[in-house]
């Protein structure tokens, strides 16, 4: 009997084990307690050790209930994705020294993900996933210091990219619609506490 | 009988003056409109709002504050079909069939069954609520920490029938939702589990950036990368209202529903988040439309819709009878009834029968006046899906990253939305379904305190789950449920086994 | 429409006074824009109702309005930590508390804040007592009772949550009964109100203000007060004093900001919030939810807060020693 493997059952199984048994690695810091006086570490022991069962049955069925393979990946799907992540932590760990701006609240960590996933825009393969998430986290980094209106248009803009039919014009008048929108149901209507205006 | 009616009336008195009336429609049209857009729930809206109503009498304040509640029902579930954006746990159910509905050119028929479902089931439970309130008060009294436990494990099980693919997957994914529930400070001890010193967490991953990372943005990016499925979305409009064969097939969904939805919305102890998917369960097993699931069957609207809204009205009646509030928004409502000198409590009947028996009409006169707002927009809102999508995905973008930052006024959270994007994005590549994943999440929390606190009680003797009749009929069904669900799997291995 | 307009009052007061405060000069009169009142809870709770019963009069007072700002978490800390850190021009103040203050700087260790040198203590808003109760089919109505039945077979009692006063108060009571009482943590009043109602566990220790219908309603029997003297609005309830047990305790909530606020401010702020507290329709709603209004200078405050520090932190500490 040849062996009909079903990739993505497969990965899925895979994933279900590796996030379980992190948990329980990092579960060890946390007291079991007994069944009367559970400790915060009795519920998820339960859990992972159900999920990593679980996570190998879905490996064995996935043995047997293909052919269902993953996509391909190119070289430079691959190149981008590693690298991505690469430059992502290098630009989360030293751009704090280089601006303060990045030292406060999450704005590094922001600042790290645009980072990698610009570079993975790169691979077709990762393009419009990258743009999209890419252009979230101009929004979180614009958003407080540069302000409402900024924050939204580098967003609006920066997503327009993942799509190739937009025209010069359509995300113009696109930007200038929302943001007059967003203007009076967010700040007009449900008054939610932003700033409008870049912080000097 | 004669008293209900006679109360009714008095009621109905109350409620149809020219003030309660204007701003029960007034939070019927906020709610809406909070509803629609995602992130902004009720909870955020009232606190919002609380200072205005100090300058009201209290009945007007309530009534108001209601109408916001139940509008945002109404408004989560048009997203939800539209633009498979659930706002709320509830919506999550109503993407499943509803936007798949929206994608074959229903997304009219999804609305108004949406519309006209949630309508029905309001008038019962607020009968219900009228009529038996305190009785039914005694049910959700007799439910103990045992009960509830066994009650979410059982939610947990039907869970997996969400899923349209594999089982063991499906499982696989609502136990991965209790996990990641797991984040956050352990109510019983405090300490942080798994949040890995960040503050934030402190409190557990929000729904919300689950919701909209996993769900709207990346349906956003799988959209992107299909051209051809999209063009589906805008040119298919169709006929806009509910054929006579939906029509049929709806009735009995709804029935089933509001029973459904009623019930489970009477405990306090998160039965509501549970009422949208037992329903769904239900549809998915009993109804004549079960073959068509996951290809966007009015089932699978009608019902959860339904079990929804009825829900959300009989949740009211802990608060009516005992003052205890089932949820945040129903907290929110004794905060504003306490700043209007008022006591909520089991002598609210007798003490503020105006308030009491005008809720009540408002209530239903609420869900009156949703449905004629509602009902015409539906084209609008189904003209909505033919703007061009290169223009529509940057406007869902905008309106998504505003409402996750509003939340707790922290970019983290946006951070969090585009991590779970990309998990949403990499379970879909792998074919694995968010919505048991998200079930599991909700219900996961609420599980582990149940069965820790059901342990403390028994002094650690888990025999309590099958002594107690409430927790071991649930847990007969829950393993009925997963005998019934492990059967075809079974059969089907032993076919391909016999076939080779 | 009510709250459009006045919400059009605030986003226009927003947007041009910060110009007006700058074009006058060094020392810009306070308040100059509006001020932001953050309540480390989430809304619906005693912290957030106080907030809300104090600011409406305030930001009359003031000409400013006042936008109570809910940043619940991990015991009121992220919240109180968002003021600590923000700039002392009294644009930013916390509603302090028993939580934020005196418990859950012990309690989780790791916070990054000092309850007394970050912050400059304006005034005291409130103080409530916490309650015992019981079913009523429990047959308990008095501590002697309690102490009768738990020496026979060990009792449940409930409480809001873990590391509250209230779940403090079950430990100490547990330490003067020699025996350990059943603590059964739920997540806030209401539930926990809802098992004691329904007779799922007999007995929880509660603040007086979410205790109050209750007890005048009569589904529960209050057992013991732990105030110092006899409530005014409960004169049948009996303290703990009275029953043989030293037990004192109660919550509070104040008013507090950033440290080094400028003096003018602080005491600007503790003589508005005064007034306030001695108006009669201030003392009735405090009333009704079952507090007394707190009347302490900035000094008293501060003076307070540390003593509350030191009176928690070491009964944090023999609880925290052992989770449960």
Redesign the interface.
């Known amino acids: 009997m040849k062996l009909k493997l079903n990739g993505k059952d497969m990965a899925s199984g895979i994933f279900l084990i590796v996030v379980a048994l992190a948990g329980l690695y990092l579960n060890m810091d946390h007291s079991l307690g007994t069944a009367r006086r559970m400790g915060p570490g009795y519920m998820p022991m339960l859990v992972f050790w159900i999920q990593a069962g679980l996570g190998l049955i879905v490996c064995l069925v996935a043995l047997a209930s293909g052919p269902d393979p993953l996509e391909r990946w190119t070289g430079l799907d691959v190149g981008t994705l590693v690298g991505g992540i690469l430059a992502g932590v290098i630009a989360w760990k030293i751009s704090p020294s280089i601006w303060s701006f990045f030292g406060q609240t999450y704005n590094g960590v922001g600042l790290g993900i645009l980072v990698g996933f610009t570079v993975m825009a790169f691979s077709a393969g990762w393009k419009i996933l990258a743009i999209i998430c890419a252009s979230v986290c101009i929004f979180g980094l614009l958003l407080e210091q540069a302000g409402f209106f900024a924050a939204l248009t580098g967003l609006i803009i920066a997503s327009c990219l993942a799509e190739h039919t937009h025209t010069k014009r359509g995300v113009v008048g696109l930007t200038i619609f929302l943001l007059v929108l967003c203007y009076w149901v967010f700040i007009y209507e449900l008054d939610i506490r932003v700033n409008l205006w870049p912080q000097v | 009988m004669e008293l209900l009616i006679s109360n009714l009336l008095h009621g109905f008195g109350v409620a149809i003056s020219f003030q309660n009336l204007s701003f029960a429609l007034l939070g019927a049209l906020i709610g809406t409109a909070i509803g629609v857009l995602p992130g902004i729930g009720p909870v955020a809206t009232i606190s919002l709002l609380l200072p205005i109503t100090f300058g009201l009498p209290a009945t007007t304040a309530i009534i108001m504050l209601a109408g916001i509640y139940y509008g945002a029902q109404y408004g989560g579930s048009t997203t939800a079909i539209l633009l498979n954006l659930p706002g709320e746990v509830s919506s999550v159910v109503t993407t499943l069939e509803g936007y798949k509905m929206a994608r074959n050119g229903r997304a009219g028929a999804a609305l108004a069954t949406a519309a006209l479902g949630s309508f029905f089931a309001g008038t019962v439970a607020t009968i219900l609520v009228a009529a038996s309130g305190p009785m039914l008060t005694q049910v959700a009294l007799s439910f103990g920490p045992a009960d509830y436990f066994s009650l979410m494990l059982l939610g947990l099980i039907i869970a997996c029938v969400l899923a349209q693919g594999s089982i063991v997957k499906a499982v696989g994914m609502v136990v991965l939702g209790v996990a990641l529930g797991l984040v956050g400070t352990d109510v019983q001890t405090g300490q942080q589990r798994f949040t890995f010193g960040i503050p934030e967490l402190s409190d557990g991953i929000g729904f919300v950036p689950i919701a909209m990372g996993m769900f709207g943005i990346a349906e956003i990016i799988l959209n992107l990368e299909r051209p051809e499925s999209r063009s589906v979305l805008s040119t298919k409009v169709g006929q806009l209202w509910l054929t006579k064969e939906e029509f049929k097939r709806a009735t009995p969904s709804v029935l089933r529903g509001t029973v459904v939805g009623s019930f489970l919305g009477i405990l306090p102890g998160g039965g509501a988040s549970l009422a949208a998917f037992g329903s769904y369960m239900m549809e998915r097993k009993v109804s004549r439309g079960k073959h068509l699931f996951g290809q966007g069957a009015i089932e699978g609207v009608a019902g959860p819709e339904a079990a929804n809204n009825a829900a959300a009205q009989t949740s009211f009646i802990p608060l009516l009878t005992l003052g205890i509030p089932s949820n945040a928004v129903m907290a929110l409502m004794v905060g504003a009834l306490i700043i209007q000198g008022i006591q909520p409590g089991p002598r609210m009947v007798e003490a503020q029968p105006d308030l009491f028996w005008g809720l009540i009409a408002s209530m239903w006169l609420g869900n009156l006046m949703l449905l004629v707002i509602n009902l015409p927009m539906i084209g609008m809102w189904v003209k909505l899906l033919q703007v061009p999508y290169r223009f529509l995905y940057p406007s869902i973008l905008v309106f998504c990253c505003i409402g996750v930052y509003s939340l707790n006024n922290n970019v983290f959270d946006v951070y969090m939305t585009v991590l779970f994007t990309v998990f949403g994005y990499v379970c879909n590549k792998l074919k694995m379904e968010p919505a048991p994943l998200l079930i599991g999440f909700v219900l996961g929390p609420m599980m582990e305190e149940h069965l820790r606190r059901a342990m403390l009680l028994s002094r650690g003797d888990w025999s309590v789950f099958i002594q107690r009749p409430i927790s071991a009929t649930m847990l007969g069904i829950a393993a009925f449920a997963l005998i019934l669900m492990a059967l075809p799997t079974i059969r089907k291995g032993k076919e391909k086994a016999m076939a080779e | ?4 307009w ?3 009052a ?2 226009g007061g927003s ?1 041009a006074l910060p110009v007006l405060a700058r074009a006058q000069g060094a020392a810009p009169a306070w308040p100059s824009q509006p001020i ?1 009142l953050v309540v480390p809870f ?4 005693t912290t ?2 106080v907030a ?2 104090v ?2 009069p305030l930001q009359e007072k003031l000409g400013q309005p006042i ?9 009121a ?2 919240g109180s ?1 968002l003021v600590a850190q923000a700039p002392p021009d009294g644009h930013t103040l916390v509603l302090s508390n028993i939580a934020s203050h005196a418990i859950s700087p012990t ?2 260790g ?1 916070i990054r804040y000092d309850p007394l040198r970050d912050f400059s203590h304006i005034a005291l808003l409130t103080l409530n007592p916490s309650v015992f109760v019981a079913n009523p089919r429990t047959g308990i109505a008095n501590l002697a009772d309690l102490a009768r039945l738990h020496r026979q077979r060990g009792l ?1 009692m409930a409480s809001s ?3 509250s006063s209230n779940h403090l108060l079950i430990v100490k009571m547990g330490g003067l009964l020699g025996r350990e009482i ?7 009043a ?2 926990a ?3 004691v ?5 007999p007995l929880m220790s509660d603040s007086l ?1 979410s205790a ?3 007890i ?2 009569g ?1 529960v029997t209050a057992v013991a007060m732990s105030s110092a003297e006899r409530h005014p609005s409960f004169p049948n309830v009996p303290t703990f004093r009275e029953q043989g047990y030293d037990v004192v305790a109660s919550s509070w909530f104040g008013l507090s900001g950033p440290a080094n606020l400028p003096r003018p401010i602080v005491d600007r702020l503790a003589r508005e919030v005064g007034t306030i507290l001695d108006s009669d329709s201030t003392r ?2 405090f009333a ?2 079952g507090g007394s209004p707190g009347r302490f200078s900035p000094e008293e405050y501060a003076a307070f807060v540390a003593s509350e520090v030191a009176l928690w932190g070491p009964l944090v500490r023999e609880t925290g020693a052992r ?2």
């Open positions: 429409m009510v709250q459009t006045r919400r059009r605030i986003l947007l932001r989430a809304p619906g709770g957030d109702l809300r019963l600011a409406t936008i109570v700002e809910n940043r619940p978490g991990a015991g800390t992220v930590l309690l989780y790791n449940d949550g873990s590391g059943n603590h059964i943590p739920f997540r806030g209401g539930p109100m809802t098992a109602i329904g007779g799922q566990v203000p109050a219908a209750h005048r309603q589904s009735m709603r009704e939810i989770p449960d």
